[in-house]
């Protein structure tokens, strides 16, 4: 009789404390009716079945359909707050720029330790993007002297294309080789070979890392998935990758460069930061190695995949529409001749080629949920909380297909960015770079790189598919990037 009453007593205190947990998490995983409206979240996985699909892109839209521009999730550890529709961004990103320009603890910004531009926050943020940006365009970002550099990449790889005979090649490996020598140009202070075996490894390692949904995936809101044993989202692979480049690829260029600096000389951006590193106090902790790596690491990543995307698209879209390549190498051939290559200065000569350039960027759209930032207030906006430490997710995707800002949103139509004289009109509704105090910092070597490539290539060769085969389809798949499924292509000489 006794045993049965403790087993009793154990039974109740069981369910007692299965009652009382149950509570706590469902009690936690409440959205509180202050916060912007979505799902209701579940006990323990919140709102993960949500958007764990296959087309996340596809589910943040719908979700939109369902409870309107500003949606809340419970994702793991955080509220996250998508942000959709052109005035929502504008509104929250610059005139609530100080409560939503930092970024937020998640697993992608620690493979730069959160140091550097892009994953740091505060006044470590501000002296890094404002030395970044100032010495970038010391050394050429965005000026017309760094132009002959770009012209002259483009034309290593178009001699290139030459050696493929008309077959049909990979073009993902080559276009990255070529713009990371942009921006390895300005940091390191020189370019490599395309068959450089180191630089192929690690152009290769960025593509790994890139290809892993685990940066833009359940990581980043659940960290203890990083803890699991045998490695089953890539956490463990990601952080040997970031420590390679630090260790082998930027700290060897870091060695080399401290032990030939001359500060009367000053070569390149690392030249420029490791003298500004020896103008404050050695206790300074903005201005150390580990800082200079990240940068570094930053504008390699952030500088390669998302120009080579935007072009890899660009392809897509000139093999399916064979007329626009015929257009842009009319107007070209026009207004430059043959004599000479256009240059940035007949940009606004050439407004039909400028308008495939504007609108590859609109759908090509290569970051379309921009980069996570972060709430450090409880903010007021359109009636809601965003509770102080969300993560804030800028729906960019809502903006490239706002249908009254670009009717016919998911076709290609270059047209649309020129008004009825044929100049171009309504490039700054496209925010494919962000907005606000984070706007991308690569913007103007952006442009530059996809309008000399957009204007070289169908200059001097037609592209096409791959003998046999349809025109590849307009469609994508999410990593870290937005990229198009399939990117082969026959390069053939017009001559
Ligand atoms: C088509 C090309 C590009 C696109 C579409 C693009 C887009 C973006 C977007 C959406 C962001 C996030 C802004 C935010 O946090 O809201 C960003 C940030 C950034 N981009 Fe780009 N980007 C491109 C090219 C480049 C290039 C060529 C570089 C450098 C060489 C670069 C360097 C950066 C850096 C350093 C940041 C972080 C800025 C910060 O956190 O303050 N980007 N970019």
Request: some cysteine.
């Amino acid at each position: 009789m006794i045993v049965f009453w403790i087993d009793m007593s154990l039974f109740d205190i069981l369910l007692f404390l299965i009652f009382v947990l149950s509570s706590v998490l469902w009690l936690r995983s409440r959205r509180p009716a202050s916060y912007p409206p979505g799902p209701t979240p579940l006990p323990i996985i919140g709102n993960l079945h949500n958007v764990a699909k296959k087309d996340f892109m596809q589910a943040i839209r719908d979700l939109r359909q369902n409870y309107g521009d500003i949606i809340s999730l419970s994702l793991g550890s955080y509220w996250v707050v998508f942000v959709n529709g052109s005035e929502n961004l504008r509104e929250l990103f610059v005139k609530h720029a100080n409560e939503t320009s930092d970024r937020p603890p998640l697993f992608i910004f620690k493979l730069v330790k959160n140091k550097g531009v892009i994953a740091s926050s505060g006044p470590n943020w501000k002296h890094q993007r404002t030395f970044a940006l100032s010495k970038l365009r010391d050394f050429g970002f965005g000026k017309r002297s760094f132009e002959s550099s770009i012209l002259e990449e483009i034309e290593n790889f178009l001699n290139l294309f030459e050696s493929f005979k008309g077959k049909s090649f990979d073009l993902p490996g080559i276009i990255r080789t070529s713009l990371s020598n942009n921006v390895m140009s300005i940091t390191v202070g020189r370019r490599f070979q395309y068959d450089d075996p180191k630089f192929r490894y690690f152009v290769n390692l960025l593509d790994e890392v890139n290809n892993t949904a685990a940066l833009s995936g359940a990581l980043n809101f659940i960290p203890i998935l990083e803890k699991l044993p045998g490695d089953p989202f890539g956490a463990k692979r990601i952080l040997e990758v970031a420590n390679e480049f630090f260790d082998n690829f930027f700290g060897e260029e870091l060695k080399e460069h401290r032990e030939t600096l001359d500060e009367n000389n000053i070569r390149d951006f690392i030249d420029a930061y490791l003298v500004q590193m020896k103008t404050v106090e050695p206790s300074n902790e903005y201005y150390t190695d580990e800082q200079l790596l990240s940068v570094i690491a930053d504008l390699f990543g952030a500088g390669t995949e998302t120009s080579a995307t935007t072009i890899e698209w660009a392809f897509v879209y000139l093999m399916n529409d064979m007329d626009i390549q015929i257009k842009m190498r009319q107007e070209i051939d026009d207004i430059v001749g043959t004599g000479r290559l256009p240059t940035m200065s007949d940009k606004h000569n050439l407004p039909y080629c400028e308008a495939v350039v504007i609108e590859t960027f609109r759908l090509g759209n290569v970051v379309p949920f921009s980069l996570p930032h972060n709430a450090s207030e409880d903010i007021y906006f359109k009636g809601y909380i965003i509770p102080k430490n969300a993560v804030i997710m800028p729906c960019l995707d809502s903006v490239a297909h706002d249908e009254n800002l670009f009717p016919d949103s998911h076709s290609f139509k270059p047209d649309r960015f020129l008004d009825e004289n044929g100049k171009i009109c309504g490039q700054d509704k496209i925010l494919s770079f962000s907005l606000g105090r984070r706007v991308c910092l690569g913007e103007s070597l952006a442009r530059m790189e996809v309008f000399h490539t957009l204007q070289l290539c169908p200059k001097v060769r037609n592209f096409l598919p791959p003998e046999g085969e349809s025109p590849p389809p307009v469609k994508g798949q999410l990593g870290v990037t937005y990229s198009p499924e399939v990117s082969k292509l026959r390069a053939i000489s017009l001559t």
